[in-house]
């Protein structure tokens, strides 16, 4: 199993759509995690951190399932801005709680 | 604003020659920093952790003598492709980690990135 795992998807949803991406972690021993968007050929920007009593920032949602080792962000009312790859992001892989390891990521792509 | 810079955004250069990319920290002290490689379509990768006033710590699969790594001060690290071939062409890009509010965790935040091309 991967260490981090997500929707392969694309996703290709019209303006105004509610989306949801689904990420699992395999080790139990993860301490933080994130999600994280990164648009073309740039670096990836930090959306939010997953709380485990779940958190919203505006029109985003994360949520985090220790037991079942699953996080998830939801977007509500997609804008075309939206449109970029979103990492989740795990932290405190192998004892430390610096290092990342990154999901390879979904692509969303908001239509007009 | 930004938190890290990066420079340079992009380099070409010739096989067998060295490229230097400096990671800057603009907003607070940075005592560890890191390095990521990006190859298209794929995840980020760390490549070694940066420490001030010490060495860096390496990654499994990274060669410590390709890639020198220095960080000299609490605000700058240097990363440094040693006779670099054209498979070390990728997106490099550093971060450093804060704490978040209420010291609850790390967040990192990355620089824009340096875009390798090696000829």
């Known amino acids: 199993r991967k260490e981090v795992e997500q929707d392969p998807g694309p996703f290709n949803v019209p303006e105004g759509a509610t989306v949801a991406f689904n990420c699992t972690y395999s080790?139990?021993?993860?301490?933080?995690f994130f999600w994280y968007r990164q648009d073309c050929r740039k670096e990836p920007k930090l959306l939010m951190s997953v709380y485990s009593s779940g958190n919203e920032d505006g029109r985003f949602t994360a949520q985090l399932n220790r037991a079942s080792q699953y996080i998830s962000l939801l977007i509500r009312d997609s804008k075309l801005s939206d449109s970029a790859t979103y990492l989740c992001v795990v932290n405190g892989v192998g004892g430390s709680n610096y290092k990342l390891t990154f999901g390879k990521g979904t692509l969303l792509t908001v239509n007009p | 604003g930004a938190v890290v810079s990066q420079h340079p955004s992009r380099v070409i250069c010739k096989s067998g020659t060295s490229v230097k990319i400096e990671c800057r920290s603009l907003?607070?002290?940075?005592?560890?920093m890191f390095w990521y490689r990006q190859f298209p379509k794929q995840s980020l990768m760390l490549m070694a952790t940066?420490?001030?006033?010490?060495?860096?710590?390496?990654e499994q699969g990274v060669e410590k003598d390709k890639f020198l790594i220095n960080h000299a001060s609490l605000t700058l690290s240097t990363l440094t492709v040693t006779s670099a071939h054209p498979e070390d062409s990728s997106f490099y890009i550093c971060?450093?980690?804060?704490?978040?509010?209420?010291?609850?965790?790390?967040?990192?935040?990355f620089g824009p990135g340096t875009r390798l091309t090696v000829t």
């Open positions: 907003d607070f002290q940075a005592t560890t």
């Open positions: 971060s450093v980690a804060r704490v978040t509010a209420g010291g609850r965790s790390y967040e990192q935040y």
């Open positions: 940066s420490n001030e006033g010490s060495k860096a710590t390496y």
């Open positions: 080790n139990s021993a993860s301490q933080s």
